[in-house]
């Protein structure tokens, strides 16, 4: 149980990381048709984790701090897993 509370987790913060390196693209100037169906495929998948915390975490001009916070919370919940067992 505790390793695939591990894996989803890992799995997850490979997903944030992919989803912020393409926005990082999209805002270069890269919008080839690959990279915009698998940034919005990212973004569907990763809206139910981004949502509640949008709602809490205040609108940084143009920097979207959702997912730097969502990445925190990956780490402190992997780090009590960790710890439990």
């Given at each position: 149980m505790k390793d695939l509370a591990l894996l989803i987790i890992n799995?997850?913060?490979l997903t944030?990381?992919?989803h912020a390196l393409l926005s990082w693209l999209l805002l270069a100037g890269v919008r080839n048709d690959t990279v915009m169906r698998l940034y919005q495929t990212i973004s569907m998948a990763l809206d139910?984790?981004?949502r509640p915390l949008r709602?809490?975490?205040p609108a940084a001009g143009m920097l979207?701090?959702?997912p730097l916070i969502a990445i925190i919370v990956l780490i402190i919940l992997q780090?009590?897993?960790v710890?439990?067992?």
């Amino acid at each position: 149980m505790k390793d695939l509370a591990l894996l989803i987790i890992n799995i997850l913060f490979l997903t944030i990381l992919a989803h912020a390196l393409l926005s990082w693209l999209l805002l270069a100037g890269v919008r080839n048709d690959t990279v915009m169906r698998l940034y919005q495929t990212i973004s569907m998948a990763l809206d139910p984790i981004y949502r509640p915390l949008r709602r809490v975490i205040p609108a940084a001009g143009m920097l979207d701090l959702t997912p730097l916070i969502a990445i925190i919370v990956l780490i402190i919940l992997q780090r009590a897993i960790v710890s439990l067992g």
